[in-house]
Structures are given as structure tokens and as C-alpha cells.
């Protein structure tokens, strides 16, 4: 079996997560954790909007993590980050973190935005 090392180029992959907390780039993010191209930070949930919509030209699709559970987004959320171009892909975030990792490795233009479990 070949293996290749995998360059995350300036955005790192989620390391872990656990009771109120992600771990990325060697961090730890406490609540909620927002990763976009060239920015990770903590995230204050649904409302918090401003940094995504301001980078929509550099993702095309936002995974939301809803926490320990798969939750339906609220429909207002949804519509203004699809109005932006993003598409909308919500799962337990658990599954965001994984798939967006998957994605990331692949070069994907993505995000992620998600609670904490």
C-alpha cells in the first residue's frame, strides 16, 4: 500500500472533538468552531454569520454540525446562506467533522460550522 502525505495547504483538518470542545491546527477551540478558507475560530452558532457570508465566493459548500444529534437548521439560516451561493449539508457534527476532513484532503472549496457536542 502506497501512502502520501495529504497537504492541507493554509486550512488544517479537525483533529478531535469532545464534550465542549474541537481540537484543530494543534488548538483548542472551545463551544463552537468555525473553519473557512484562511480562518478558524470559534463559533457562536446560527447566528453568527458575518464571516461566512463574507468569504461565500471561497466555499461551495458549508457542512453544520448541529451538535451530538442531526437537527433540522433553522429555515431562515439556511436561506440566507443559500442565497450567498453556499450550499447547505447539515449533520450531527461528529459526521461534519469527518466528512469535512474527507473533502478537505480531496481540495474541495468547503467550511464547516459547528457546535459543540
Avoid: H
Wanted: glycine share 16%; charged share 20%; with cysteine.
Amino acid at each position: 500500500m502506497r501512502l502520501t502525505e495529504i497537504d492541507y495547504r493554509d486550512t488544517p483538518p479537525v483533529e478531535g472533538y469532545g464534550p465542549g470542545f474541537f481540537r484543530i491546527g494543534g488548538e483548542v477551540v472551545e463551544g463552537g468552531l468555525l473553519v473557512l478558507p484562511g480562518l478558524r475560530s470559534a463559533w457562536g452558532g446560527y447566528g453568527d454569520l458575518d464571516a461566512i457570508l463574507a468569504r461565500a465566493a471561497q466555499i461551495d459548500v458549508l457542512f453544520v454540525g448541529t451538535g451530538a444529534e442531526m437537527d433540522y437548521l433553522p429555515a431562515d439560516l439556511k436561506a440566507r446562506l443559500e442565497g450567498a451561493g453556499i450550499g447547505v449539508e447539515p449533520m450531527a457534527s461528529p459526521a461534519a467533522c469527518r466528512t469535512y476532513n474527507v473533502l478537505l484532503a480531496e481540495g474541495r472549496r468547503i467550511g464547516l460550522a459547528a457546535l459543540a457536542v
